[in-house]
């Protein structure tokens, strides 16, 4: 059936896209851990800097640059992050925008599936009819 084809189609888009919206997911969830461990990181060597008594000038100076390098990397992680939303709403507004064209589809397909059934009751009937009054009217005849 042609109109099967299309659905059949259509749901595989449908997946297919899906499947891309998961693995963007999937991504955005690695770029939210990697930030998490980055700003983890960096709160642990706060903590344990700040512990270690009195410092010297350099150490001081290594601390901070340090810190910088690590404020660098969580300001970029957060643009990865940022960015990775961007694509995942995308991705997310193709997926919707093709489950409701499959759900369309499906609305329609199914409206052509009963129209069939019910045609093809009706053409039961009208058979089912002609024979019962094809038979009457050979009893009837034979009656003569």
């Given at each position: 059936n042609r109109k099967q084809k299309i659905f059949n189609l259509a749901k595989a888009e449908e997946r297919r896209v899906a499947g891309e919206m998961g693995r963007v997911q999937r991504s955005l969830n690695a770029e939210i851990s990697r930030l998490q461990e980055l700003e983890s990181y960096r709160?642990?060597?706060t903590e344990q800097f700040n512990s270690g008594?009195?410092?010297s000038a350099s150490r001081w100076q290594d601390?901070?640059?340090f810190l910088e390098r690590i404020d660098?990397?969580?300001?970029?992680q957060k643009k990865q992050i940022m960015n990775g939303r961007?694509?995942?709403?995308v991705h997310r507004r193709r997926w919707m925008l093709e489950k409701q064209k499959l759900d369309s589809l499906e609305r329609v397909v199914d409206r052509f599936r009963r129209a069939e059934a019910q045609e093809t009751d009706r053409q039961s009937q009208?058979?089912?009819d002609?024979?019962?009054t094809t038979k009457r009217l050979t009893r009837l005849r034979s009656l003569d």
């Open positions: 709160q642990n060597y008594g009195t410092i601390y901070q640059n660098k990397a969580v300001d970029g961007e694509t995942r709403d009208k058979d089912i002609e024979l019962s």
